[in-house]
Every structure is written in structure tokens, then in C-alpha cells.
């Protein structure tokens, strides 16, 4: 089986469709010799920030010098970068490896009788594996959808619970109030597991702390007075810290990240901090710092070229739009963007479109490479109907990248919505880049 063959192994499991539930993953790791038993885990929930905040995380567990595991879903770009071990995605031939293991495993639950395991509870198995068998010393692991029926939460008792952003999403599986939601995220609370807690809307924040308070645990509510952001630009945020008692010798500092939106998920990486320093972690400030400021992370208001700028964010919600939308008020006020723009079909359209078209300029609308996306000229003809404008569509999202005029200098391009199609135009518009400057 070579990398190919194994990539389509675990792709292709996708027939089984979604099965919430801890059932099957716990029968699939349980043949492996229940590996994530003996790792000790960060593990992060919320319908926004989720991949930021891990990032943030396993960067600087890694800068301190610790083996980091990292567990993400989907990829942007390619499959492997699912499972990083200290920011690395998984080599081939490690994945190769790893997944013959699951396979196997996989066989043996069907040879008993058991349902063949998801695509996502695979990649989760081979995730564990792979983390074990390199000895990781901690891994932040990213919540699929929801928290009590997702596979991750198989995880007996994190170091530290981090709930992040609640809005409105998968509400055909979580639930159709933000009540229910949150639910559905506090649920990978365990008892005595410290919790950090994103700001919330009360009615989340009600749900997450009731249920902290029932599984006896301490939690702490991220507050922004803890930090402020002194300046900005294009190369990233300084910021300052102000939590009493908190992080001690950290003050003033850099964030590489851009967006109002990353200030309070890094508060809320450093209250996390917290906990680990409490628990004996050796993380030194130092550290932190370093991390922060070197920071990269792919697809997330990702500026790839200055002149003219080229911008790429995987805003995917309108939660995600909404704060999509302030930073571009805030980088690159008064300028109307040229907006490459693809959603999933039962994604809020409507709403997302509210928010983005009062800064856009001209549109173009693209087909995500998903089953579920809404197609790129009915997305046009959406447009034209609601907002009276033109909308030039593609047949494909490379055919789009291939659109955008490099001699205007003036122009903000920007490619904004499901990742589904962020990744394919980061790849698309790298590679036309790098043939540019050749």
C-alpha cells in the first residue's frame, strides 16, 4: 500500500457516514491497546477558533521544548497535515506504517461482527497511535463536531478542557439553540479536568458553567480586561497582558497572527498556560513570546502576497464572516474587495452574505470541493438576485486563482469561505506565485 492507496483507505471509509457515539472508536482503539489511555491531552471544543487556539497551543509546547502532538480536522491542503507531531505533519511513511495497524484493526472489529469504523474515527485511532508510538509528552486535540458523541472524546481525563467560541453550526446534528450546542461542547468536560471557557454568549455560558460545576471541576471565563492590543499591521499585533497574578515576567509582546479575533484566543492560550504551569509544566515565558511572534497559520487571514494583496481565510459560518469582516475594516480601510467567495450549502448563505457584501467590490463565486457545496453559479445567480450584482463564476477554483489581474497593485483579492475551498486556492495561488517570481 503505498501513501496514495493509504490516504484512500481512510478517505473512502467516508461511506460510513457520520456515527456520533464513543462505541465504535472505543471497540477500533481498543484493539490498538487503547493508546490514548497513556497520553496526556489537551482537548479543545467551539464552533470558531478551535484550529487557532490549538495552533497557538502545540507551538508553544513545542518552543518549551516538549514533544507535541497536534490533532486538527479537516486539512487544508493535504491529509497529513491532520496529525503533526511538533508542527510537522505526519511523514508518508509513518502514515503508511500507522494505518496498516488500524486497518488491521479495522478487519478484526468486522471479522467479530462489529460495524466497520468512519473515516474520522480512523483518522482519530491512527492519530492516538501515532502520537504513543513517538512518545509524545502532550497533544492538543481538536474536536471534530460537537464534543459528547465525538470520536476525540474518547480521551479519559485531559490535563485541560478549552471551549471555544458557540454559534450557530451542524445544527442538524447538535442541536437548532445555542443552548443545546454548548451542550453538546461542555460534554467533553471530565470530572476534576480544569476548564478554560472562550467568551460566550450568556445563554452558552450558563450551559458550560453548569455543567463544569456539575462534573466538580474549576473553570476559568476568559476575561478580555486581561489583555489589549497596543498597535497593528500587516506583520502581526503587539500586544499587552494584564491579568493579576497571571503568567508571570509576561507583559508586553507580539502576536504574528493578525485579527482582532486572535487576541482573545491567545488570552485564551494563555489562561490554558496557566493550568500547565499549575500542574508543574515547565513552560518559560520566553518561550511563549518566541512562539507567539513566529507564529504562522495556514488559511487563517493568511496575507500571501503584499503587492497586490492576496489574502486567504477559511471563514466558513457567519460567525467566522463576521469577524472576517472587521479585520478587513481594520487592515484595509475603505477598500472595496475583490472577493472570491464559496460555501457549503446548509451553511447560513444568507447571513454570511449580509456581513461580506458591504465591503465587497467585485465578486466571484467558486464551488468548494465538497459533496455539500453550494455550486458556484447558483451562488452567482444568489448574488445578482439579493444585491443586484454581477458575479463572475468558475468551473473550477484554480480557474479563479488564474483571474486575478497581478498587475493591479491596488486591489485586496481575497478568498474567504469553506475550507473545502481554501485549501485548493492556497495551493493553486502558491504555486502561481512562486511561477510569477521565476
Not at 455539500?372 to 443586484?388: N, S, V, W
Amino acid at each position: 500500500m503505498n501513501v496514495q492507496e493509504t490516504i484512500d483507505f481512510i478517505e473512502s471509509n467516508g461511506k460510513f457516514g457520520i456515527r456520533l457515539g464513543l462505541e465504535s472508536i472505543g471497540l477500533l482503539l481498543g484493539e490498538l491497546g487503547n493508546p490514548q489511555d497513556r497520553l496526556k491531552c489537551i482537548h479543545v471544543a467551539g464552533t470558531n477558533g478551535k484550529g487557532s487556539v490549538s495552533t497557538m497551543l502545540s507551538t508553544i509546547l513545542k518552543t518549551a521544548g516538549y514533544t507535541t502532538g497536534l490533532y486538527t480536522s479537516p486539512a487544508l491542503e493535504t491529509f497529513n497535515e491532520r496529525v503533526q507531531l511538533n508542527n510537522v505533519p505526519i511523514p508518508d511513511d509513518d502514515l503508511m506504517q500507522v494505518t496498516k495497524k488500524v486497518q488491521a484493526a479495522c478487519d478484526a472489529l468486522v471479522a467479530k461482527g462489529e460495524p466497520h469504523p468512519t473515516g474520522f474515527e480512523i483518522e482519530t485511532a491512527l492519530a492516538f497511535e501515532y502520537f504513543y508510538e513517538k512518545g509524545a509528552d502532550l497533544c492538543v486535540i481538536e474536536v471534530g463536531m460537537g464534543g459528547r458523541l465525538d470520536a476525540t472524546n474518547i480521551i479519559p481525563s485531559p490535563e485541560a478542557v478549552v471551549i471555544m467560541s458557540i454559534s450557530l453550526d451542524h445544527t442538524d446534528y447538535l442541536g437548532d439553540t445555542i443552548g443545546k450546542i454548548a451542550g453538546e461542547k461542555a460534554a467533553i468536560i471530565k470530572e476534576g479536568t480544569d476548564v478554560v471557557i472562550y467568551p460566550q454568549e450568556k445563554e452558552a455560558e450558563d450551559v458550560i458553567t453548569a455543567y463544569a460545576e456539575s462534573m466538580k471541576t474549576p473553570y476559568t471565563i476568559v476575561n478580555p480586561a486581561d489583555i489589549c492590543r497596543v498597535s497593528e499591521s500587516l506583520d502581526g499585533q503587539i500586544l499587552k497582558y494584564k491579568k493579576p497574578g497571571g503568567i508571570a515576567g509576561l507583559d508586553t509582546f507580539k502576536l504574528k497572527l493578525l485579527g482582532e479575533h486572535q487576541i482573545l484566543n491567545c488570552l485564551t492560550v494563555l489562561d490554558t498556560l496557566e493550568i500547565l504551569l499549575k500542574k508543574g509544566y515547565a513552560i518559560p515565558t520566553e518561550a511563549i513570546t518566541a512562539a507567539l511572534a513566529d507564529i504562522t497559520f495556514h488559511g487563517r487571514f493568511e496575507i500571501l502576497h503584499r503587492n497586490p494583496i492576496i489574502l486567504i481565510d477559511g471563514a466558513h459560518n457567519p460567525n467566522g464572516i463576521e469577524y472576517f469582516v472587521k479585520n478587513i475594516r481594520t487592515y484595509f480601510p475603505g477598500n472595496k474587495i475583490n472577493l472570491y467567495f464559496g460555501m457549503l450549502a446548509d451553511k447560513d448563505i444568507d447571513l454570511a452574505l449580509q456581513y461580506l457584501m458591504p465591503v465587497t467590490g467585485d465578486v466571484h463565486a467558486l464551488t468548494p470541493e465538497n459533496d455539500r457545496a453550494l455550486p458556484a453559479d447558483k451562488m452567482a445567480e444568489l448574488i445578482h438576485r439579493e444585491y443586484g450584482k454581477n458575479v463572475n463564476f468558475y468551473d473550477t477554483i484554480e480557474a479563479a486563482v488564474d483571474s486575478i489581474d497581478l498587475s493591479a497593485k491596488d486591489r485586496v483579492n481575497v478568498f474567504v469561505g469553506s475550507l473545502y475551498m481554501i485549501g485548493v486556492a492556497r495551493t493553486a495561488l502558491v504555486k502561481r506565485l512562486k511561477a510569477k517570481e521565476a
